[in-house]
């Protein structure tokens, strides 16, 4: 395997075919809602991530057995049972809290997502101490947004389905109108209805949405100082496409304003995208190295970037997995100064493998590295300089002292 592609083809992958970063009960809150939560912490049953176990402890228990995965599969259809609920229960006892499993339908659909349009209503959600399902984002225009729905918001229930206690992935297909556990689990029409039980502090309400096609802008550009002032570089997460945005948009910006990349709260995505980023800005030279089982692997930019223009990258606990290999590049080789709060913390890498009923297996089979020999996994990034609130406003005065507009 010579580095990370996205997946053409999902019900027919070739076993190790596909390399991707990104936190597994993200990816099926996307599969529903178009993005990733920014801090989905438990698919398949798990549970948050125990952050007491130091990093070592975390990654031997990190692994899920993938020839018991595919044992278990194998039998379950064997007796006309559901493969992908067998291999399911399997990766919930190994410990492994980033792989996942996914049903046919639901890889398809999360497919659809990375090429930037889905059908749903239009919010992110992540699962928070105690079992429960919030609202981390809305996307502005979407059915969510226009009923007035907004991050930190409780999602208790979906159709009288209660969502305490729920495996994010349980709670993506009722949000998808799906069975969860059902053999295809495809996403509802456009136009179907959902009802979402609510709340907000004291407040306890339903709200009935209609899904609708939306399409995803994971990468927007502007300058909210002024056409005078540095652009700024704001990226949701990796999905198809986005590397060339962000290398259309520096190749674009003035060299003497400088350029302010805005990771903050992007959920990771597709590796090769977050490369692909990377090579904007660097002529060149090692991006991330990684390991498949002990394999090494090494990731490289293109050449050819402006390694001109002034940089300081934002990150804050939202910034994870592929956005986390971005930040960590740009760091070690100098190119950039972080500012912020400390990242999430998610460098596991999973590779997908398809089951004998078409569900896909994704198992975590290694960590990655930044440039410098950093694991990012359990403890994340430390930024430059740590900043909580007015973390954009420091960074444009970082930017201004670098060479960059203000």
């Known amino acids: 395997m010579s580095g990370p592609c996205s997946y053409d083809r999902p019900r ?29 912490e438990g698919a398949a049953g798990h549970t948050a991530p125990d952050r007491s176990l130091s990093g070592t402890q975390a990654r031997k228990s990190a692994f899920a057995d993938r020839a018991a995965v595919e044992r278990a599969a194998s039998e379950a259809v064997a007796d006309g049972k559901s493969g992908a609920q067998a291999a399911a229960d399997v990766v919930s006892r190994s410990g492994d809290r980033w792989s996942t499993i996914y049903t046919p339908g639901q890889y398809e659909d999360f497919q659809e997502q990375l090429g930037g349009g889905y059908v749903g209503v239009g919010i992110w959600v992540r699962q928070v101490a105690g079992g429960r399902t919030e609202v981390s984002r809305v996307q502005p225009g979407g059915p969510a947004a226009r009923a007035g729905l907004a991050a930190g918001d409780r999602l208790r229930a979906i159709d009288g389905h209660t969502t305490r206690d729920v495996p994010v992935t349980d709670v993506v297909a009722r949000l998808r109108g799906a069975v969860p556990g059902s053999s295809r689990g495809a996403a509802a029409a456009a136009g179907s209805p959902v009802t979402l039980d609510l709340r907000r502090g004291d407040r306890r309400w339903q709200e009935t949405l209609h899904r609708t096609r939306l399409s995803t802008r994971n990468v927007v ?58 090579s904007a800005f660097l002529d060149g030279g090692l991006v991330a190295t990684y390991d498949v089982h002990g394999s090494q692997r090494a990731l490289y930019a293109e050449r050819g970037g402006n390694t001109r223009v002034p940089l300081v990258v934002l990150v804050d606990g939202g910034t994870m997995s ?24 998610k460098g596991a890498v999973q590779m997908p493998s398809e089951l004998p009923d078409g569900s896909v297996a994704e198992l975590t089979v290694g960590h990655y590295r930044t440039p410098s020999g950093r694991t990012v996994d359990d403890s994340g990034l430390a930024p430059d300089l740590v900043v909580g609130s007015g973390a954009e406003k420091r960074a444009r005065t970082v930017l201004s002292g670098l060479g960059g507009g203000s």
């Open 12 to 40: 027919r992958i070739r076993r190790g075919a596909a390399l991707t970063l990104f936190l597994a009960s993200v990816l099926a809150a996307g599969v529903v809602t178009g993005t990733w939560s920014d801090e989905a």
């Open 221 to 278: 550009v502007d300058r909210p100082g002024g056409a005078h002032g540095p652009a700024r570089v704001r990226i949701a997460a990796f999905t198809k496409g986005t590397g060339d945005a962000v290398r259309r948009a520096v190749r674009e910006a003035s060299p003497d304003r400088g350029m302010l990349l805005d990771l903050r709260g992007n959920t990771g995505g597709l590796v090769t995208e977050a490369v692909s980023a990377a």
């Open 322 to 345: 592929a956005a986390e290999l971005l930040a960590g590049a740009l760091q070690d080789r100098g190119r950039a100064v972080v500012v912020g709060s400390p990242t999430f913390g």
